[in-house]
Nanobody, 125 residues
Framework: QVQLVESGGGLVQPGGSLRLSCAAS????????VGWFRQAPGKERVGVSS????????TYADSVKGRFTISRDNFRNVVSLQMDNLGPEDAAIYSC??????????????????WGQGTQVSVSS
């Protein structure tokens, strides 16, 4: 049974950084495409970043390019999202998700079939 657990969220000042982690049990993340998504209050869930299983291609939403970096640690079975230069617009619940299928749109949450519970990211001075 696949279980995903996110960690690393919290409160940060504008311009600050956070590093989110998605730890898996029951499956090796190296065999899956892993995505990070966020949902702010009253808004729909949107894709932030993903890393594919077979070629390690990283995908980023335009809004986070140059500020966020996704990475995979196969030894620890963790996928991380380094978030730098955070702004109020980045505040949301961040969730990781996985899929074993070859997908067309890695930032489309509908393509993923296992989800973590999410971790809150707040940005405020």
């Amino acid at each position: 049974q696949v279980q995903l657990v996110e960690s690393g969220g919290g409160l940060v000042q504008p311009g600050g950084s956070l590093r989110l982690s998605c730890a898996a049990s029951g499956v090796s993340l190296s065999t899956l495409t892993v995505g990070w998504f966020r949902q702010a209050p009253g808004k729909e869930r949107v894709g932030v970043s993903s890393i594919s299983s077979y070629d390690g291609i990283q995908t980023y939403a335009d809004s986070v390019k140059g500020r966020f970096t996704i990475s995979r640690d196969n030894f620890r079975n963790v996928v991380s999202l380094q978030m730098d230069n955070l702004g109020p617009e980045d505040a949301a619940i961040y969730s990781c998700a996985t899929t074993s299928w070859q997908i067309m749109d890695p930032l489309n949450f509908r393509e993923y079939d296992h989800w973590g519970q999410g971790t809150q990211v707040s940005v405020s001075s």
